[in-house]
């Protein structure tokens, strides 16, 4: 294979990198996370506590690579239409014109998206799996890069609407935020007291890394790239694991599996390798499945989550060599 496209994507990447470190201070998982989802096509759902930096990680990205943001804030009151668009009769054309919603752009921000009612979360489904949208009959397509970044609160906090499975499943990645180190947090408020707002990016000198045509050619190629016949035995051996551990009532569905494959695959090309290790599939695995695994009410009461579940297959699971 030509070395040189992993090694363009990895550029990109740590372009990308080096961009979001000027505004975001570490969480370096979280950000490699959300990158590799985003070179691979996918959409990414990233849950943490408010003020840590969620919702201008996702501005940031907008800004390096000159995507078309929009912003929803999902509350119990927002309807489908809020986000789709509806169509409004025109008393000049004597027709109705269809006028679209925020949803028609390059990145997508569903802020708080389970403080939404499922039949509003459920507005999303066509649109992340088809990248179209359906109003009154007709279908509109959506841009090639379409991603949703949604950000959720933990649902154990008031006013939270657990995700439909359905919706779950679109995502690619579940990404967890957790406060930062006492380094990172006293680095944060070096920055505040230098008089710089986050909320003004223009400070930041930020530079375009790439734009639409730079993410459609990365994913074809991600897409495109083959790995050996063990990883891929290695993959779905871990997908069905989830399936028989004494733990789980629901486990990962083949479609996981294709997302394992799509992340192992992007994170491989993203640290510029032409090829794909055992390591690169434990790196995205938790990310990958642990929001498509339903725990046995046992095994929550006793405190388990599904990263210990992942963990503990990963640990049992042989290597392929």
């Known amino acids: 294979m030509n070395t040189s496209i992993p090694d363009s994507l990895a550029n990109l990447y740590h372009s990308a990198r080096q961009g979001i470190s000027r505004v975001i201070v570490g969480q370096d998982v979280v950000v490699e996370q959300v990158l590799v989802c985003l070179f691979a096509g996918g959409h990414v759902l990233i849950e943490g506590i408010p003020g840590t930096a969620k919702t201008l990680l996702v501005r940031v990205l907008a800004r390096i690579f000159e995507c078309q943001f929009k912003r929803i804030q999902f509350t119990p009151d927002l309807m489908p239409a809020d986000i789709l668009g509806v169509s ?61 970044f949604a950000t959720q609160n933990p649902i154990e906090q008031e006013g939270t609407y657990p995700l439909p499975e359905a919706q779950l499943d679109r995502f690619m990645m579940k990404v967890l935020v957790t406060y930062p180190e006492l380094a990172q947090e006293v680095d944060i408020l070096r920055i505040h007291q230098r008089g710089t707002r986050v909320q003004d990016l223009e400070t930041f000198g930020l530079q375009k890394v790439g734009g639409e045509a730079e993410l459609l050619a990365s994913f074809t190629e991600i897409t495109q790239r083959t790995i050996r016949e063990e990883l891929l035995d290695y993959m779905a051996r871990v997908v069905r694991a989830t399936r028989t551990h004494l733990r789980v009532e629901v486990g990962a569905s083949p479609r996981s599996g294709l997302m394992l494959l799509m992340a192992a695959k992007a994170r491989a090309a993203l640290h510029g390798r032409d090829h794909v290790l055992p390591d690169d599939v434990k790196a995205v695995a938790a990310p990958v499945l642990r929001h498509r695994l339903l725990l046995k009410p046992g095994a929550e009461v006793d405190g388990f989550t599904p990263d210990q ?12 060599r």
């Not at 014109?97 to 390059?106: D, E, L, N, T, Y």
């Not at 579940?309 to 392929?320: F, G, K």
């Open 88 to 148: 409004v009769f025109d008393p000049q054309k004597q027709a109705f014109q269809f006028r679209p919603g925020p949803i028609f752009a390059q990145f997508l921000l569903a802020d708080e998206i389970n403080r939404a009612p499922a039949k509003t979360q459920s507005a999303l489904l066509e649109a992340m799996q088809e990248r179209q949208v359906s109003v009154d009959g007709t279908t509109y397509p959506l841009p090639g890069v379409f991603t949703v």
């Open 309 to 320: 579940v992942i963990q503990e297959i990963l640990s049992r699971t042989e290597i392929p």
